[in-house]
């Protein structure tokens, strides 16, 4: 069977174990199930041509092992019932290349014309259908929480999901499919690197030839597996707040700079809990996400424990545009964030294998402890943000973001790699400005002035510190309208004619 032959006959190691785990759970699903209550979902894409593929070498091997030698013409090409869910919104090249397939192995095909849910309903009334095979891999939206074997979720038809494939990377699927010279949709050598409709696919920017304009490199030179889906173009969904004053009169643009995103920051560290070093990372942050705009809702320490990381993040990530979490990344037991995150958001901690790839380069053959444990990763959420500056991507789960910085060097570098990176979600936005005014009049003298201040100017925070109980009072204005800012703070000044002088922040 010459897709058998090409994968074992490759000095592709990683690919071959694969390969060989992915047709065991094949001839295990055809040794659980009648062949004519199997069946295939196949779209056209690369993942679900890598899985007809190895179905149908597991088919063969299957047959083999049996001793069923009869017509083994027909065994290589598995007529298993593969159906196909066709949208007028699919490319004409998926289109093209599925029926095209359909035709060359021989599979009878089920069109259906409704979506996911419904389609499989009218299926399974029309005819038994115990297992589907499915080009799920770990990664995809659909992924979380399921198995090899996985049952339809409560309310759907009752099948079993079976997902030979579910712990393949990106690179794993081109490695297998040039190593065995198969036909694949042409939209993968013209730059997509993931297709979905002809709405939301783009081909994949980080392909771009700039030698020739608008061209673009074969789907398979993408070195980063984890930007596979960049091609994907996504609809703008922030959550804005803008208060009356601010938004009075804007236009749009206008409007937009005004706009304050909201973050949190949650730090893990028992030590600092117990007072034996302090946490410079929380402030250093908070400066950074003022300066583009970013108001912080709080900061919080938290203990190295699963279950305080975990209901942080919960109360965080529901309420705030983005969480950010400092410490707990690591082989030890104290490292639990990524385990709290995983619990905040309902999945388990699974394998990446792109992950555990950096991991070994990063660390070759001085790492003595366990690596595959260090690249278990929240699953289905998970997204690596790359940089050519950092040795090891930073982590980010749907509006999580994993800082694994010790210092404010380090912060300053990992900052600066997720404001270059477009899938951080770091929309920067006009930062804010802000005036401080120093006095030596009491709380009590300007109290009632201050009041009277926070009501006129609603969009201007006004706070007080002092450096000491009987220092000078500061007086902080901050705000993202220059103007109105000025405005408050010279209301202030001329309430009280010669008792404020300005002051820089740190005063």
């Known amino acids: 069977m010459e897709i058998d032959e090409a994968v074992r006959g490759c000095s592709d190691r990683r690919l071959r174990t694969k390969y060989d785990n992915a047709v065991y759970v094949v001839q295990r699903a055809f040794a659980l199930y009648p062949f004519e209550e199997v069946a295939f979902s196949f779209n056209g894409g690369k993942d679900s041509t890598v899985l007809l593929h190895l179905i149908r070498a597991g088919y063969y091997l299957y047959k083999k092992d049996s001793g069923d030698v009869a017509q083994m013409d027909s065994v290589k090409n598995c007529p298993l019932r593969t159906i196909y869910f066709e949208s007028p919104s699919a490319f004409p090249e998926i289109n093209a290349f599925t029926y095209e397939t359909v035709s060359t192995y021989g599979l009878p095909l089920e069109t259906i014309h409704s979506d996911f849910k419904s389609g499989l309903e009218g299926l399974l009334k029309k005819k038994a259908t115990k297992a589907i095979f499915i080009g799920t891999r770990i990664g995809d939206p659909n992924a979380v929480g399921q198995e090899q074997f996985s049952p339809s979720s409560p309310g759907w038809p009752p099948f079993m999901r079976v997902n030979p494939i579910l712990d393949w990377s990106y690179r794993d699927v081109w490695s297998f499919l040039l190593t065995c010279k198969v036909k694949y949709c042409s939209l993968y050598d013209q730059g997509y690197t993931s297709i979905g409709s002809i709405h939301d696919t783009v081909p994949n920017a980080l392909l771009s030839d700039s030698s020739t304009e608008k061209s673009f490199r074969p789907a398979y030179m993408l070195t980063d597996g984890r930007l596979e889906r960049a091609g994907r173009t996504k609809k703008a969904n922030h ?172 912060l300053d570098i990992q900052w600066g790699c997720l404001l270059d990176s477009q899938e951080s979600g770091l929309v920067q936005a006009k930062p804010f400005v802000s005036k401080h005014l120093s006095t030596t009049l009491s709380d009590v003298q300007i109290a009632s002035v201050l009041a009277k201040l926070c009501l006129e100017f609603s969009d201007v925070y006004i706070g007080c510190h002092r450096i000491s109980r009987s220092g000078p009072l500061v007086v902080n204005l901050t705000g993202k309208d220059n103007q109105r800012v000025e405005a408050a703070a010279e209301k202030l000044t001329t309430s009280f004619k010669g008792q404020f002088s300005q002051v820089d922040s740190g005063k």
Request: proline share 3%; with cysteine; net charge negative.
């Open 239 to 410: 959550k804005i707040e803008m208060n009356s004053v601010a938004s009075n009169g804007m236009n749009k643009s206008e409007g937009e700079q005004m706009v304050s995103r909201v973050a949190s920051i949650i730090v893990v560290g028992d030590e600092i809990l117990f007072g034996t070093t302090e946490d410079k990372l929380g402030a250093a942050l908070c400066k950074k996400l003022h300066a583009i705009g970013w108001r912080v809702s709080h900061v919080s320490v938290v203990l190295n424990e699963i279950d305080s990381v975990a209901e942080e993040v919960e109360r965080c990530k529901s309420t705030d545009d983005m969480v950010f979490i400092i410490g707990g990344l690591g082989p030890l037991h104290s490292d639990v964030s990524l385990a709290g995150v995983a619990k905040a958001f309902g999945v388990r901690l699974a394998p990446d294998e792109e992950f555990e790839d950096y991991l070994c380069q990063l660390m070759g053959s001085n790492y003595t402890g366990d690596r595959n444990e260090m690249a278990l990763l929240p699953e289905g959420i998970t997204e690596l943000l790359h940089h050519k500056t950092l040795p090891l991507p930073l982590i980010k789960c749907r509006n999580v973001i994993t800082l694994a910085a010790t210092n404010v060097d380090e």
